[in-house]
Structure formats: structure tokens, C-alpha cells
């Protein structure tokens, strides 16, 4: 087994060293816009800080970070419903809580797709601001907006 280590690492160092010299700009490995959204899958908000925009990173992980705090919230009172619709003794806190708790699950069930939603379009982002990174744009020769209105004919009444 050592011998097959040592004999892979030297033809390894053996293609670097006879390895031509590049000339172009070797980009950073795991940069392809794939990894990027890969990166924002993971944790929703890390494909955007690699595209170097903070701003919407935060707001990203944020957004991520209430949806599941409020899918967690939403669980958390569907199980307490639940607790108390075993023990309820009359017919109208069985309703209730029936109530309750089938509330707290649709609800939660909302903030599911919602969450699944926003996970799959923060993905979308970082994938497309990726493929942008690179992407430039001419400046434009004029910035001023000039009109030209000819009230001649207003004034006049004749056409010139």
C-alpha cells in the first residue's frame, strides 16, 4: 500500500513539475456557478456572500433563519394543542383544541412551503449573480436626457 502512496505522489509531482506555464487567470476553485448555489442549498445566504453581496446575504440568512425559528414556534404549539386535546374532559375544549391544533399545522405546513420556496430561490440568486460576476458593462456615453419641444406651432398657429 505504501508503494502505490509513493508512486502516485510522484507522478503527481512529476506532472507539476513538466507542467506548462498558464498564462491565463486560474479561477479559484469551487467558483463555477453550481458550487456558488450548492454553497446557498447548504445554508441559505452563503452563495450570496461569495458573489460579494452582503447586503442580501444577510437579508438571505435572516429570512431563512425565521422561517425556521416560526416552523419550529408553529410545531411547538401544535404539540402543546395536542397535549391538552388528550387531557380535556368536556366537548367544548375538545373542539377547541381540535381547532387548535389543526390551525397550528396548516400553519406550519405554510411555513414549510414558504421555506422550501425561499431556500429554492435564494439557490436561483446565487446561481445567476455567478454568472454575472464576470459579466461588464460598457459605460453609457451620455447621461443627460435632453428634450426638444417646438411650440412654434402653438404659438402661431401655422406649421413651420
Known amino acids: 500500500m505504501k508503494t502505490y502512496i509513493i508512486t502516485f505522489l510522484f507522478l503527481l509531482s512529476f506532472n507539476r513539475a513538466f507542467a506548462q506555464a498558464n498564462d491565463t487567470i486560474q479561477k ?4 463555477s456557478p453550481t458550487w456558488v448555489a450548492a454553497r446557498s442549498f447548504i445554508f441559505p445566504g452563503w452563495g450570496q456572500w461569495y458573489n460579494h ?3 442580501k446575504a ?17 410545531e ?13 374532559l368536556s366537548n367544548n375544549e375538545k373542539y ?7 390551525f397550528y399545522e396548516n400553519d406550519r405546513n ?14 436561483l440568486d446565487a446561481y445567476v449573480d455567478a454568472h454575472l460576476a464576470n459579466f ?3 459605460p453609457v456615453a451620455s447621461s443627460k436626457v435632453s428634450i426638444q419641444v417646438n411650440f412654434n406651432f402653438f404659438l402661431t398657429g401655422k406649421r413651420k
Open 96 to 102: 377547541y383544541y381540535t381547532r387548535m391544533e389543526k
Open 136 to 138: 461588464e458593462v460598457e
Open 110 to 123: 405554510k411555513l414549510i412551503w414558504w421555506s422550501v420556496g425561499f431556500w429554492l430561490l435564494s439557490g
Open 76 to 88: 411547538t404549539r401544535r404539540m402543546d394543542a395536542e397535549r391538552k386535546l388528550h387531557s380535556a
Open 58 to 74: 444577510a437579508i438571505v440568512a435572516t429570512t431563512a433563519i425565521t422561517l425556521g425559528s416560526s416552523i419550529y414556534i408553529q
Open 28 to 31: 479559484p476553485p469551487f467558483s
Open 53 to 55: 453581496k452582503k447586503w
